[in-house]
């Protein structure tokens, strides 16, 4: 049907269409933050004279999301193929790893990260950015475990079971048949945990990394005026969190009309 024409060239892939959604997600959201600088200059004192920190402040909260949710999805993904292990040792490392995580702050994540991570294992150099990262990396990747493994679980069988009897060995059956299908599966629930990422990035602001909140909060603890800057910080959160939302649904619909005109 001619509403679920792809806008693509007929001749690209499943990859190609999906790598030049992506990069029009990235452009997109660069495209944002500068039009976020521009327009928070246009607001009234202290917010005006100060747009130039809080549109850095965005940009690093931007950062920061991309990278700890990338490392996530990887953990997520290793985590789930260790719950799902036939391996014993690998379940239990995969189960203690989900049973922690989930089971605990992630403030308290935030600072062992950035506090009790560097001197056990001290050859380790990172500055702010690094720990944060990996604290939100390890949290979101064990709520992104469980989604990625119920996708799994949720690829039929006879699917499985096909792909055997036309001659592929396992490797290749997980990798064409499995992935594909549980990405899809998972994707609504991973992209709520990278958009509830965004917005956990804020308890980075406790170890000193200076992102959005942490701007919101220098500027009151300057001027001594707290609404100005705290409103500030959540109208640019709230964009920043619908643009992600749009940019997912739109990633999502590309793979609903991919599979129904496939």
Do not use: C
């Amino acid at each position: 049907m001619a509403f679920l024409r792809s806008p693509w060239p007929a001749h690209w892939g499943r990859k190609q269409r999906s790598t030049a959604t992506m990069t029009a997600a990235v452009v997109g959201m660069v495209l944002v933050l500068w039009l976020l600088a521009r327009l928070v200059a246009l607001a009234p004192e202290p917010i005006g004279g100060n747009a130039q920190a809080f549109a850095d402040g965005a940009r690093m909260t931007v950062e920061l999301t991309i990278v700890s949710g990338l490392a996530g999805v990887v953990l997520g993904t290793l985590a789930a193929l260790g719950k799902l292990s036939r391996i014993p040792p690998l379940r239990w490392i995969a189960n203690f790893y989900v049973w922690v995580i989930r089971g605990t702050p992630l403030l308290i994540q935030v600072f062992f990260a950035y506090f009790a991570l560097p001197q056990l294992i001290p050859f380790v150099k990172m500055e702010e950015f690094g720990w944060g990262s990996v604290a939100l990396a390890l949290n979101v990747g064990a709520y992104n475990a469980e989604a990625i493994r119920a996708g799994l679980l949720a690829v039929p069988k006879g699917q499985l079971e096909a792909a055997r009897s036309l001659g592929m060995n396992r490797w290749f059956t997980f990798i064409d048949v499995t992935v594909p299908q549980a990405f899809k599966i998972s994707l609504p629930a991973l992209v709520n945990n990278i958009v509830s990422l965004l917005k956990d990035s804020s308890l980075t602001s406790v170890i000193g990394l200076v992102e959005l909140t942490n701007v919101a909060d220098q500027l009151r603890a300057k001027t001594y005026i707290a609404t100005q800057p705290l409103v500030a910080s959540a109208v640019i959160y709230l964009l920043l969190t619908t643009v992600m939302t749009q940019f997912s649904g739109a990633l999502e619909r590309r793979f609903d009309i991919e599979d129904k005109l496939s």
